[in-house]
């Protein structure tokens, strides 16, 4: 299993451009999320969702958009880029929790910067 | 909402130490899960330790070990014997669900530096 995978690595933009952050995992989860890392402010969720067709808003869903078409796939679209958006954003995938708790998967990263 | 508080932006520990990093929530729930995640300099995030609320005791991985107390909603990380692998951030992390079904609310996270 390739586990969770980010395409690109690193991606620079200008203001105003639009682009796609892609997540995949290939572990048939049903639960995907995806978190931007900035300095000093740890991990904060962005949007998740809880399989195909299912998408909510986290704490800081302003400026992204998500959808989930297929169990694998879980893109994270910037309409409109700004300078606020330089971070490094994480996708995480885990099972249902059955009696358990069941863990989280994060994915590399995403390193954007937005001039 | 749910907040998580590491009060320690850097700690410092000598090799083979003990060193032990602090972390607070807050929440309405009386069942929910904590975390530590370990990401070092890859930036890879690897979960550490987990504890669900319900069970009263500590759970422990090897040289890593939690102490929970429900009633002060305090989840401390003690790591014995540090070694230098053991370098990295930390970040204590809250889930209601803990199936990942309401994502993870993160602390700012405890850069753990290992003096050799």
């Known amino acids: 299993n390739a586990g969770v995978t980010q395409t690109p690595k690193f991606q ?70 700004a300078p606020s958006q330089t971070s490094v954003y994480f996708c995480a995938s885990s099972p249902p929790g059955l009696v358990g708790v069941s863990e989280q998967f994060f994915g590399p990263g995403t390193r954007l910067t937005v001039l | ?51 669900e609320a319900y069970k009263q005791q500590n759970a422990t991985e090897n040289r890593f070990s939690v102490n929970f107390q429900k009633a002060a909603k305090s989840f401390s990380l003690k790591i014995s014997d540090s070694q230098l692998g053991d370098a990295a951030m930390y970040f204590c992390a809250y889930s209601y669900s803990g199936g990942g079904a309401d994502g993870l609310t993160f602390g700012k996270g405890t850069h753990l530096i290992i003096q050799p």
């Open chain 2, 1 to 51: 909402a749910q907040t998580v508080t590491q009060s320690q932006p850097e700690m410092s520990v000598q090799e083979a130490e003990t060193v032990t990093l602090s972390c607070t929530y807050d929440t309405s729930e009386s069942d929910y899960y904590l975390f530590w995640y370990k990401q070092p300099p890859s930036r890879q995030m690897i979960l550490v330790i987990r504890q």
């Open chain 1, 12 to 81: 620079v933009l200008k203001t105003g451009q639009s682009m796609t952050l892609q997540c995949a995992q290939d572990m048939n989860h049903e639960y995907m999320s995806w978190y931007r890392q900035d300095p000093g402010m740890g991990l904060r969720l962005i949007h998740y969702s809880v399989g195909a067709g299912i998408t909510d808003q986290g704490e800081v869903p302003n400026g992204y958009n998500v959808s989930r078409s297929t169990t694998e796939d879980f893109p994270l679209r910037l309409l409109s880029a």
